[in-house]
């Protein structure tokens, strides 16, 4: 996986020592009606084809089979992949999570998606990690700079979390969205692998 830019934090995964401040052009801003919005975003290639990564990605339902942290991820309500679907899931993160814990649980409710434009948004409806009005967005695309790999965009948008500092509350979200994406190349890698190992195996021996 090759992080390409981050707008929000990260720090601690990168090589850049220093922490950033408000005038960082990673750190962005947003004001609405209702106030100031925190917001980053990850941009990072993966060693996967577009149609595998997205396959994975968009299962909105299987979180836990690409992210490790994320222990149980269970439909509530509506259909997998359809707008209006909503999913429960729990975390169990060594290193923190947003909020400060190291378990939590949210609920998501998938918005839109786009197989087309390999894009889907979806809202937190609920969670114990101290995170209010978060909107979250993948985008995957070609990455037209390395052949067969796939660049994979994780957005989130979210109020001013209580208690906490946004320098805090972004570089804690983008290490959730660096998991979530190196996690999808780690499923897409593997399945890709099974996938030969199975049709090698099945191949005629041409010395019989």
């Given at each position: 996986?090759?992080?390409?830019?981050?707008?929000?934090?990260?720090?601690?995964?990168?090589?850049?020592a220093?922490?950033?401040?408000?005038?960082?052009?990673?750190?962005?801003?947003?004001?609405?009606?209702?106030?100031?919005?925190?917001?980053?975003?990850?941009?990072?290639?993966?060693?996967?084809?577009?149609?595998?990564?997205?396959?994975?990605?968009?299962?909105?339902?299987?979180?836990?089979?690409?992210?490790?942290?994320v222990?149980?991820?269970?439909?509530?309500?509506?259909?997998?992949?359809?707008?209006?679907?909503?999913?429960?899931?729990?975390?169990?993160?060594?290193?923190?999570?947003?909020?400060g814990?190291?378990?939590?649980?949210?609920?998501?409710?998938?918005?839109?998606?786009?197989?087309?434009?390999?894009?889907?948004?979806?809202?937190?409806?609920?969670?114990?990690?101290?995170?209010?009005?978060?909107?979250?967005?993948?985008?995957?695309?070609?990455?037209?700079?390395?052949?067969?790999?796939?660049?994979?965009?994780?957005?989130?948008?979210?109020?001013?979390?209580?208690?906490?500092?946004?320098?805090?509350?972004?570089?804690?979200?983008?290490?959730?969205?660096?998991?979530?994406?190196?996690?999808?190349?780690?499923?897409?890698?593997?399945?890709?692998?099974?996938?030969?190992?199975?049709?090698?195996?099945?191949?005629?021996?041409?010395?019989s």
């Amino acid at each position: 996986m090759r992080v390409i830019q981050v707008n929000g934090g990260l720090t601690q995964l990168m090589d850049a020592a220093s922490n950033y401040s408000d005038e960082d052009p990673g750190v962005t801003g947003t004001t609405t009606a209702a106030g100031l919005k925190w917001q980053g975003s990850i941009t990072a290639s993966i060693e996967a084809s577009l149609e595998k990564a997205w396959e994975i990605a968009s299962d909105f339902c299987g979180l836990h089979k690409f992210v490790p942290i994320v222990e149980v991820c269970e439909r509530l309500k509506g259909r997998n992949r359809k707008p209006g679907c909503l999913r429960f899931y729990t975390l169990n993160s060594p290193t923190g999570l947003p909020g400060g814990k190291r378990k939590g649980w949210a609920k998501d409710k998938l918005l839109t998606i786009s197989p087309q434009h390999h894009c889907f948004t979806y809202t937190l409806q609920g969670s114990n990690l101290n995170l209010e009005d978060c909107i979250f967005t993948w985008h995957l695309e070609e990455d037209r700079d390395q052949a067969g790999s796939t660049l994979v965009n994780w957005f989130f948008d979210l109020n001013p979390v209580k208690k906490s500092t946004k320098e805090k509350t972004l570089s804690d979200m983008s290490e959730l969205g660096y998991n979530f994406i190196k996690g999808l190349e780690t499923a897409a890698t593997a399945t890709a692998a099974t996938a030969t190992a199975a049709s090698i195996s099945i191949a005629p021996n041409s010395n019989s």
